[in-house]
């Protein structure tokens, strides 16, 4: 069995030839010599079935479904995360080239001009009346991303169009956005990552004068395919890479195990009574300290008193409020008379001892 392919040893030494091979400066080429270049196999070489046996389906999932289970798994475990960012961790765990979409700038520009130019020439065309909205469009593809079911194409016709050539009304302003150019027509021009392969790409996306998005026309499209779909192999997964990758990645691994270890068993829920009080709701707790740091602890004592030939009657007592609710400006107060507290825990302590001063 050790002359059949797939068994046994077959590393040995293998020495040729490897004159003219390389690069070729004068077809400015790299190519082969006719040693390296020509490789036929043995005569009547035998292999063994398992190596060059093909299935008879492509057993393997798509990056959506990735992107929908790291969703759950992510929310399952109450990270703190958005939908965007629980597609672009799928991507970089799934993807082989570990590629991940993003805008990279995007503009509004007046006008109806969708000719393929760079973002600088289109900058420079438009005379600097572009406005830039990059942090807008990143908002809204994380609202799209939350709609259409983890799709990362902005505009997509699955969500707007339901898979017909007829576009939803959809604009600015369903887009929180501000019209920077009302009345006049206009174009987005993004430039994007995307996703699958990572090629850099600007696209159009066209507004009428009431900043209504354009549907399809002529070959316009305003779909902006931020990522490749249904590309084999770029955008599928077979279920060996699906559990090495997820294995190999420390917050999807993590958090399966956090699922798989709790406890799943229903509990019946239990009202708890709770005694809540609520404790310097305003607090004023800090601004008490720091009057009674500064208060002198002495107040003023206005006593008043009938005064005949005979004898003097007391008629009651007031005390004067701290002075520091006193000011430049004047101001009237009227103070209640109250009978003489001789008790060391009254208000303002305790009154000045008199006898006269039984009522």
């Not at 066209?206 to 770029?234: A, T």
């Amino acid at each position: 069995m050790a002359s059949v392919f797939g068994k046994g040893e077959g590393f040995h030494s293998y020495l040729r030839d490897s004159q003219g091979m390389g690069y070729n400066k004068k077809e400015a080429i790299w190519e082969w010599n006719e040693i390296w270049g020509k490789q036929l196999s043995e005569t009547n070489l035998k292999v063994l079935p398992e190596f060059v046996k093909l299935s008879s389906r492509r057993n393997c999932m798509d990056i959506q479904g990735a992107r929908l289970i790291v969703s759950v798994i992510l929310q399952q475990c109450m990270l703190q995360m958005t939908n965007r960012q629980a597609c672009l961790i799928a991507d970089a765990t799934f993807n082989r080239m570990g590629v991940v979409p993003g805008i990279l700038k995007a503009i509004v520009v007046p006008g109806s001009d969708i000719r393929a130019r760079s973002m600088a020439e289109i900058e420079r065309d438009s005379a600097d009346t572009f406005k830039d909205v990059t942090h807008e469009i990143c908002l809204e593809q994380e609202h799209q991303i939350t709609r259409n079911g983890c799709t990362l194409n902005l505009f997509s016709r699955c969500w707007l169009g339901m898979g017909t050539q007829e576009y939803a009304p959809y604009g600015f302003e369903d887009m929180g956005m501000k019209d920077h150019f009302p009345g006049r027509e206009k174009v987005l021009w993004i430039r994007f990552v995307r996703g699958g392969d990572g090629e850099r790409q600007t696209w159009p996306v066209k507004f009428d004068r009431d900043g209504k998005l354009v549907g399809p026309d002529n070959g316009y499209e305003p779909e902006v395919p931020m990522e490749q779909q249904n590309m084999w192999p770029q955008t599928k997964i077979t279920r060996e890479e699906f559990i090495s990758c997820f294995m190999a990645s420390p917050i999807l691994s993590e958090s399966l195990r956090r699922l798989g270890s709790s406890d799943h068993v229903l509990h019946a829920k239990k009202a708890i009574s709770l005694e809540v009080a609520v404790v310097d709701p305003h607090h004023e707790e800090e601004d008490d300290q720091l009057l009674d740091a500064i208060d002198v602890q002495q107040s003023i004592l206005l006593e008043v008193w009938d005064s005949d030939t005979i004898s003097k009657d007391f008629l009651g007592e007031a005390w004067l409020p701290p002075l520091s609710q006193f000011t430049t400006h004047a101001k009237d107060l009227v103070l209640p008379l109250q009978k003489a507290d001789f008790s060391d825990d009254a208000e303002n302590g305790a009154s000045r001892p008199d006898a006269k001063k039984d009522l």
